[in-house]
C-alpha cells in the first residue's frame, strides 16, 4: 500500500528542450515542462482543450534519457512522486515550487528532431 502513497503518471509533451546539468560529481539532472490535455465536452456541448503545465525534474539514468532521445513536441509518459520545495527570490521573497521527480520514463511515438 505504501508503494502507492504519492504516485504520479502523466502522458504529455514536452514544452521545450530539457535543461540538463552535469555536475563535477557525476551527476546528471534534467528540468522540463511537459504539458497533459485534457478534451471534454461542456454543458452547451461545445469541444473544449485545456492545457495543463507540468515542471518536472530527472536525475540520473532518467535523467540521460531526456537528454538524448527528447526534444521540444516529444511524447513521453513518466512516473514519479510529487515534491514541494521552497527558496528565497533575488529581493528575499519566499517562492514555492511543486514538481514531479521523476523515477521512470516511456518515450512515446518517435523521436522528434529540430533542424
Do not use: C
Not at 46 to 72: F, M, Q
Amino acid at each position: 500500500m505504501n508503494r502507492m502513497r504519492n504516485q504520479v503518471q502523466l502522458i504529455g509533451r514536452l514544452g521545450a528542450k530539457a535543461d540538463v546539468n552535469h555536475f563535477e560529481s557525476g551527476k546528471v539532472k534534467a528540468s522540463f515542462k511537459l504539458a497533459t490535455k485534457e478534451v471534454y465536452k461542456n454543458a452547451k456541448g461545445e469541444k473544449v482543450e485545456e492545457t495543463t503545465w507540468h515542471s518536472l525534474v530527472a536525475w540520473g539514468p532518467a535523467a540521460e534519457i531526456i537528454e538524448k532521445y527528447t526534444d521540444k513536441g516529444s511524447e513521453i509518459m513518466v512516473s514519479g512522486k510529487l515534491a514541494n520545495r521552497s527558496y528565497d527570490d533575488k529581493d528575499g521573497n519566499k517562492k514555492y515550487i511543486t514538481e514531479v521527480q521523476v523515477d521512470d520514463i516511456l518515450l512515446l511515438g518517435e523521436k522528434v528532431s529540430t533542424p
